[in-house]
């Protein structure tokens, strides 16, 4: 069925109403018909519809008792103003005629025919303030002119104008809300900004969020003000909104430059991190992505997703050196990644030689293989754990920052990458919190003053491939990961974010191998980069024939900490705190 456009239709509507009051005027005034005049007063009315009452722009819903009784004075003084041009005898009593047939003829039955289209049986029994006076935000508000949602306010913190409406509803900063609301708590605040960071949320959220029960924000897509079913696009406010770090001065050209037309090898590609990696080297140009990981699913599904570049899936182990040699050997990889690693703090503490096998010896060969094949560069994946590490996985990756550093010269330049924890990797603690609050469970923090830094993954990511574009060989460097945050704060915000008074926080105890605080720097930075965002490590020295007889020896030792310590002088193991 043909449907016409809503702003077309309030624009034929507005001149034919416009042109059949003037010649009903006309016609019971006797007054000679003037074509001069007819144009006029339809020009002018559409000026003041588009320039001034924003009619086409704004939704149906957009009229009121105070809307019919501004545009009635601005047309009425309009009226006085070009009459006289046209009827220079007229007098003042057919003038006040006039007027009265043009406010109720026109305006009046504007005012119907907007009641008419937009009337909602639905009753209002919830209140919702829009955090956004733009395109979005009346978008919003429009689409809950038929819920069960009443708009009490518009926000905006730019406004200027005090006791700026928009048809009848306040338009109001957070200052003046807060005063308004003061004890009182309404049921929703939808921030309504397209395409909003994630530190406004933030922001936001610390300033209004005890005032209202839920929070909804829109989802971040580009295109989202084309899309229809506006308001069902609403999605809750996370606690990834409320932690993440977005870097000021992520350089995507020089990125790009690293990254665009090369054959690339991402170990470990299957997870969390390695997956990311993936996608920002398929966003950012690379001809070819060779995925090698040890886990089928995971393997199968980074398959799935990678659609541009072209792909070879390898279902690998990085401690199968023969096998790695011979994937090195076709496809002569330019830039190698390597991610792969085992990084769960207990589970590492229970398989030891397991842990030191998969990331001492697999990124041992992975690098070996690099220097031999001649790739250009190797980028290595480390973690804030190695540093003063507490347990075997901490270690584990020090010793391969270890064997990275003194491994450089050879004609591969070789680079570590050190950060914290990312949001909601596999086996971190947010999915964890996400589950116990999916099943109603208290959220287990090991200790009251545990602390983690967090970044989100697809930024940490994007600043690894940075870290690797810059690098010339042999740094180790360090992302800015801002402030750590106390782990049972993070429990305490997403106990508050879901809603549920029955849930409270529950301390376990710290876990094998755990320790209260992380670092990411040993000693103070050794060099800082043209980026805020990434610093360089102080070099640490270490033969590297004398390291590979360590490593040889770590494997066939039965004491296998103490050989640990030896080579990380400063691992301090936690057994249980």
Known sequence: MFQIDKRLLNFLVIITLTTVTFWWTFFIFHLPFDINIVVTVIAFRIVASVLIFKDFSLSWSKVSQKTFLLKSIVYIGAFFAYMPFFYTEIRIHFMASELFLYLFSINFMMYLYYYVMNRSTIKKTKSVVIYG??????????????????????????????????????????????????????????????????????????????????????????????????????????????????PKDLDKEKISSFVNGKTILVTGAGGSIGSEICKQCEKFGAKKLILLDNSEYNLYKIGEEIQEAQTVVAMKNVVDRDLLGELFREHQPQIVIHAAAYKHVPLVESNIYEGIVNNVVGTKNVIDLSIKYGVEKFVMISTDKAVRPTNVMGATKRICELYAQNSNGKGTDIVVVRFGNVLDSSGSVIPKFKEQLLNKQNLTVTHPDITRYFMLIP???????????????????????????????????????????TIEVEFIGLRPGEKLYEELLINESDATTDYKSITVAKRTEYNIDTLNEDIQELLKTKEKLAKLKMIVPEFNHQKNI
């Open 133 to 246: 006076a733009g395109k979005a935000g009346l978008k919003i508000e429009s689409e809950f002119a038929n819920s069960i949602y009443k708009v009490k306010y518009f926000v905006d913190d730019a406004v200027s104008v005090q006791n700026r409406s928009i048809d009848s509803i306040e338009v109001i900063s957070s200052k003046v809300l807060k005063q308004k609301l003061s004890d009182t708590k309404l049921d929703l605040l939808v921030i309504a900004i397209a395409s909003i960071k994630k530190d406004k949320i933030k922001e936001v959220y610390e300033t209004l969020g005890a005032y209202f029960n839920e929070i909804k924000v829109l989802p971040s897509a580009e295109n989202i003000l084309q899309s229809k079913d506006f308001s069902r696009q609403l999605k809750d406010i996370s606690v990834e909104d409320l932690l993440a770090r977005y």
């Open 459 to 501: 930024e940490a990511c994007e600043l690894v491939l940075q870290a690797g574009a810059i690098g010339s060989g042999g740094e180790i460097f360090i992302l800015d990961m801002g402030e750590p945050i106390k782990i049972v704060d993070l429990a305490t915000k997403m106990i508050e974010l879901n809603g549920d008074d």
